[in-house]
């Protein structure tokens, strides 16, 4: 298995532009996790899903931050417009039931 | 709330030595306990996890935890570090009726001295 797959790896825009990230969970996984982490507040759970549904969104930090998770196979999760303080890295994990969570390699994104 | 304590924000050892890094957790019946391991600039591996059975969990590189029911901990062990062991290390708890969601705590930094 390929493991849990992001897209870009890093990103950098400007201010008040559009982002979107994208992941790819692990096949057969029924729950699907969005982290962000910055050196300052750590690692923080913005939300999840559980077989597509959004089951927990409390930690979106704000109305600019949306996830969608269209089927079993993608989720985005769009930031607009962006600021310079959603500067972190961006995981998506992935798991099944609830076993350990696979974390992917991350999107780093930079906000000028 | 249901939360994570992780003791240590930074941990410096010279290599051969002998590692504890605590993590206790907030009371919530059914717990499964994880401990995972974040290299610098890379993404978290799981280290090792606790659902049932023996309380004294063996991982991968020669890491293992302990889960004391008693004292609502998980501290991960390993008796001699090595400099590739420096990393950020997370200690993380889902509970039996949280719909597969992981509480994280906030993470320990270990840095390994050659």
């Known amino acids: 298995d390929a493991g849990v797959i992001q897209s870009p790896r890093h990103e950098v825009t400007e201010m008040g532009q559009e982002v979107t990230l994208r992941c790819k969970p692990i096949?057969?996984?029924?729950?699907l996790f969005w982290y962000r982490q910055t050196m300052m507040r750590g690692l923080e759970l913005l939300i999840y899903f559980n077989n597509n549904v959004p089951i927990d969104d409390s930690g979106m930090p704000e109305d600019r931050f949306s996830a969608k998770m269209p089927n079993a196979s993608f989720s985005t999760l769009k930031i607009q417009p962006s600021e310079p303080r959603d500067s972190a890295v961006y995981f998506c994990?992935?798991?099944?039931?609830?076993?350990?969570?696979?974390f992917g390699p991350g999107t780093r994104l930079t906000v000028l | 709330a249901q939360s994570v304590s992780q003791h240590n924000h930074h941990v410096i050892l010279s290599e051969a030595a002998s590692l504890e890094l605590g993590c206790n957790y907030s009371?919530?019946?059914?717990?499964?306990l994880f401990w995972y391991v974040q290299y610098p600039g890379q993404h978290l591996q799981l280290l090792l996890k606790?659902?049932?059975?023996?309380?004294l969990v063996k991982g991968i590189k020669g890491f293992e935890a302990e889960f004391i029911k008693s004292k609502f901990s998980f501290n991960l062990r390993k008796p001699s570090v090595q400099w590739s062991d420096t990393a950020e290390y997370f200690c993380?708890?889902?509970?039996?009726?949280?719909?597969?969601?992981?509480?994280f705590g906030k993470g320990t930094k270990l840095s390994v001295k050659p």
């Open positions: 009371y919530g019946g059914t717990v499964n």
């Open positions: 994990a992935s798991s099944r039931l609830a076993n350990e969570q696979f």
């Open positions: 096949s057969g996984h029924d729950y």
């Open positions: 606790y659902f049932s059975g023996d309380p």
């Open positions: 993380a708890v889902s509970y039996g009726g949280s719909q597969g969601n992981l509480i």
